[in-house]
């Protein structure tokens, strides 16, 4: 069935000309996308019941490669009447129907369902999506539209694909062997600094010339490689020494507000609903050397809260960002796509 038999045959089960009814479905199914915007489910009686799956950021790990895919919603289908039906609902508040005239659409319109999903025939809700047969199974298949709405707060934002955990590993044995050779080294002299100054030479003659000289020159000896040893040992040291942190307060007077310009991308680490959830999760990470900030968001009135951190020029310089960040911070980090200039300032940032 085409979409104009659907508007013949619903025009027929409500007693209206084809344009009227044609009128009425495309207000209805308006009327249904608004309430999966701002509800996310609907149930219909006759056809089945629409639910909107939220997805949250994901980790796949290969032997290759580790992809961090972004939040999104879904929209799916059930041939099963999840609670109550929501036509008469839908009628009275959206369309604004009488409800005698809502309890007789609401008839008509799961009659019709009810036929067309029986007979596997062709329906079109537009704004909605379309049920199908394909491949020998009748399956709903979402408008993209729709699809867009649902996700309008992940815009931009993609997969990201770190590389092979193999190289990583590869880097950090590099990095530990680099500061193991000084270390080994004074180790070396210092074994071979003790050895020199606690042998002690062989009773010899007072009279012999060398007796005055060979003491002279094994001190001299043992003098040189205790410099020897002190040098390397300090070096050594130092490169191994680690830099104490600053405190999270001298960092944020250190870094100032994060201004993020149009077309520029930010490491989003974590999105939260609740405020007091956001400041615990803000001094927590400042805590731990990550100067975080707040964007909030806004989605369907209910305000969102993402951490971030970071402004960067382009996606190539997140992603190397994130590659160095510690695992358990980077564990659901993803990057956002910047339109329009944002200034955040750390007092506001809690």
Do not use: W
């Amino acid at each position: 069935m085409v979409h104009q038999d659907c508007i013949e045959e619903l025009a027929r089960l409500l007693d209206l000309d084809r344009q009227e009814a044609e009128l009425l479905l495309s207000r209805f199914s308006s009327a249904m996308a608004a309430e999966l915007l701002a509800v996310g489910k609907l149930s219909l009686k006759g056809l089945g019941s629409f639910t909107v799956i939220h997805f949250p950021a994901a980790k796949k790990s290969s032997a290759s490669t580790v992809v961090y895919t972004p939040p999104g919603n879904r929209l799916t289908f059930s041939s099963r009447l999840l609670g109550v039906d929501d036509t008469t609902r839908l009628a009275v508040s959206r369309l604004s129907m009488i409800p005698e005239e809502a309890e007789r659409f609401c008839g008509a319109l799961a009659d019709f369902f009810r036929r067309a999903v029986q007979q596997q025939r062709e329906i079109r809700l537009n704004g909605i999506g379309r049920f199908a047969l394909e491949q020998g199974a009748y399956l709903f298949f979402p408008e993209r539209s729709l699809e867009e709405l649902l996700n309008r707060a992940y815009q931009d934002l993609q997969e990201v694909v770190l590389p092979p955990r193999e190289q990583k590993q590869g880097r950090g044995m590099q990095r530990r062997l680099r500061y193991l050779v000084p270390l080994l080294v004074c180790t070396i002299a210092v074994m071979l600094f003790a050895f020199l100054y606690g042998m002690e030479p062989e009773p010899i003659s007072t009279t012999s010339p060398s007796a005055v000289k060979q003491p002279a020159r094994i001190v001299k000896a043992a003098v040189h490689a205790e410099r020897m040893v002190a040098e390397v040992h300090t070096n050594s040291v130092t490169v191994s020494k680690p830099v104490t942190p600053r405190p999270s307060s001298e960092r944020a007077k250190a870094n100032g507000p994060l201004v993020l310009a149009p077309d520029s991308y930010t490491i989003v680490l974590v999105t939260l609903s609740k405020s007091e959830s956001v400041r615990k999760e803000v001094l927590r990470l400042r805590s731990e050397g990550v100067m975080a900030f707040v964007l909030p968001a806004e989605v369907n009135g209910i305000t969102y809260y993402r951490l971030i951190m970071g402004s960067f020029s382009n996606r190539h310089a997140a992603a190397e960002h994130i590659r160095r960040m510690a695992q358990k911070t980077a564990g659901g980090a993803y990057i956002q796509h910047i339109i329009k200039r944002v200034v955040l300032h750390e007092e506001k940032g809690l």
